[in-house]
């Protein structure tokens, strides 16, 4: 953004970057990931990593359109996972594990109420769910794709209020079906309910998707 790379120049290589900034791998990715998201880089195939030039008044839309198939991505890799991850939290999870859930449950509707963003209590539902299967795993892979697990694309623009509650109270709605699955300990109904939940989500911003494509065709 300073200018300091231009469009066409290519970015160091990642073991630079861990060694200018200090830093892990795992976080030089993520950031790659993240400028890739943003429209603002490509990442060319044995070639390394490029700085995107592009026209304003097409970066946005193009940025927008990146991180809808990158959240898209994500989903995908998400929905075997905690599937699974649910059923077996049905089959194990402690009463404690399971006041957790329920916490993490209620402080989603008190964001709804409270009309605050549910990004953050949403990922810490997830992460309840994936601590009751007691594998360890579960809750390291979500851990390992940091906050980017929850997608980060409107799919509806904050200033409809009316319609960004209503989407939320849907999400609210998902994540009780689940819930009370496992609670109830029954794993079926819960793997039901997660894939509802997760597949309805790549639905939503496949449609989200489509209206990008058709807004620049």
């Known amino acids: 953004m300073s200018g300091q790379y231009s469009a066409g120049d290519k970015l160091p290589s990642e073991h630079e970057l861990t060694e200018t900034h200090s830093v892990s791998r795992t976080v030089v990715r993520e950031a790659v990931a993240a400028l890739r ?3 603002l880089v490509e ?4 070639a390394g990593i490029f700085v995107i030039g ?18 898209l991505e994500v989903l ?16 194990r999870r402690s009463p404690a594990q399971e006041e957790a859930i329920f916490e993490c449950h209620r402080k989603i509707l008190h ?13 810490e539902l997830h992460a309840a769910i994936a601590e009751a299967t007691n594998n360890p795993l579960f809750r390291q892979f979500l851990e390992s794709q ?10 509806v623009p904050e200033t409809r209020t009316a319609e960004q509650t209503a989407y939320r109270k849907l999400i609210h709605r998902e994540h009780e079906a689940i819930v009370v699955a ?4 029954d794993d079926q109904a819960a793997r039901n309910a997660m894939r509802e ?15 990008l494509r058709s807004f620049t065709s």
């Open 37 to 39: 998201s943003d429209g």
């Open 43 to 46: 990442v060319r195939q044995g």
């Open 54 to 71: 592009a026209d304003p008044a097409l970066s946005g839309r193009k940025a927008d359109k990146a991180r809808v198939v990158s959240d």
């Open 76 to 91: 995908e890799i998400r929905t075997p996972v905690e599937i699974e991850a649910a059923g077996l939290a049905a089959l």
């Open 111 to 123: 964001c709804i109420e409270s009309d605050q963003s549910i990004r953050e209590a949403d990922l």
């Open 146 to 155: 940091g906050s980017a697990i929850i997608p980060q694309s409107r799919l």
């Open 182 to 185: 496992i609670s109830d300990r």
């Open 197 to 211: 939940h997760l597949v309805g989500s790549q639905a939503r911003y496949r449609n989200l998707l489509k209206d």
